[in-house]
């Protein structure tokens, strides 16, 4: 167990706070903010409990130099709002400085403010002693909360932590608790559900999760490499040509391990990659040579449904289709439904599933819905997230 911000004495002191703050902008303007709302139990409580909160995060990818598109200033507005009190921006395109020291050490109790982006200078990625020395020198403890950025090593997430106590927040809390739990300690009967385009991309999650769950669900892009595994005509569909023979291979140890997996029975073809192409639904041995898989076809959705129904515990990560696409959305959104209805403790692995369930509006539904794309794979994958190795055992 790793201890958070309710394991120590907060009033009086710096908390320097590492939030997932990357969120979509359109002309300056924050598209959705479902990153800042998910950190405000953590800043609320530290600012309740008499912290003085200093803010980190990045945004975009601006490459180690200051560039006005991807400044923190709206994210600093947005949070002032949220939480009906002002955000202090320290603006410094060199993150940290004299002026942004002397705010630091000016905050009172209960006072919030935000940092330039930290990805502003070249040292956060390469996780630079320099950089992270001077982040730590703004506070009297670290806490991570940015889930998103867990599997990264960078100053900001990792680094400090050399220099300062180390907890985590709420965030981080409960995505090592139900991703922990679904790996280590499931109900059962537990399924998990993989999608997406590339086999190569989720092998290493396969494998781990085939000593783990009762049954593996296939969808997505993928599927098409363990049919042509299989030996079977995949029109023009998506194949991760270097990972045919270890798809082959996934099927074996799955049989060997008990673990009953499932590959769609008849897909929705296309002729070409679009919405409004000409399409139809094929069963798996009869998919045309000049067509391309796109979705699940109705029976898979059923038998994907029913498995999903009978679960006691669900992990999914990636979608059936391509979903962005009204007429390949269908598979998707049956999984989708299919969770939402069911009893099973239900966890979305972030990234394209976790935009899925909130584009049908069914989010709300599911137990939980992971902030970290990335480092929800590599947590399901067993490895050991930077971020979190960091954060100090109770």
Request: glycine share 10%; proline share 4%.
């Amino acid at each position: 167990m790793k201890k958070t911000v309710r394991d120590i004495e907060v009033k009086g002191k710096r908390a320097l706070v590492r939030c997932d703050f990357n969120v979509p902008l359109k002309d300056g303007v924050i598209t959705d903010d479902i990153r800042i709302v998910s950190a405000l139990p953590t800043i609320r409580y530290l600012m309740e409990n008499g912290a003085r909160v200093i803010l980190m995060s990045h945004l975009g990818r601006p490459d180690g130099e200051p560039k006005k598109e991807f400044t923190l200033a709206p994210v600093a507005e947005r949070l002032s709002r949220l939480l009906g009190t002002e955000v202090k921006f320290a603006g410094s395109d060199n993150v940290v400085d004299d002026k942004v020291r002397e705010a630091a050490s000016e905050l009172k109790d209960g006072e919030v403010m935000l940092l330039e982006n930290v990805r502003f200078r070249k040292e956060e990625t390469k996780n630079g002693a320099d950089f992270a020395k001077e982040l730590a020198q703004l506070g009297d403890f670290f806490v991570n909360d940015a889930f998103g950025t867990a599997h990264r090593a960078h100053a900001s997430t990792a680094g400090v932590a050399d220099y300062l106590p180390a907890v985590s927040g709420f965030l981080i809390e409960k995505e090592v608790e139900f991703l922990g739990n679904a790996v280590e300690n499931p109900k059962r009967p537990f399924v998990a559900i993989m999608g997406g385009a590339k086999v190569g991309d989720k092998i290493p999650v396969i494998e781990n999760l085939l000593k783990k769950v009762d049954t593996l669900i296939i969808g997505g892009g993928m599927a098409y490499t363990f049919f042509k595994s299989q030996g079977l005509e995949i029109g023009t569909s998506i194949l991760d040509k270097d990972n045919v023979e270890l798809a082959a291979e996934l099927l074996k140890k799955a049989e060997a391990a008990g673990v009953k997996m499932l590959l769609p029975v008849d897909c929705v073809c296309g002729k070409e990659f679009k919405n409004d192409t000409e399409y139809a639904v094929y069963s798996k041995d009869n998919i045309p040579a000049d067509m391309m898989g796109l979705d699940i076809g109705p029976k898979t959705a059923e038998l994907y449904r029913q498995a999903a129904s009978d679960a006691a515990t669900v992990v999914w990560n990636g979608p059936m289709g391509v979903f962005e696409m009204p007429n390949f959305a269908k598979g998707t959104k049956a999984v989708a439904e299919a969770l939402a209805e069911s009893d099973a403790v239900t966890i979305i692995g972030g990234g394209d599933s976790a935009a899925a369930v909130e584009q049908f509006g069914l989010a709300d539904k599911m137990t939980h819905i992971s902030t970290g794309g990335g480092a929800s794979l590599e947590f399901l994958e067993g490895k050991t997230l930077p971020g979190i190795a960091v954060i100090e055992d109770k």
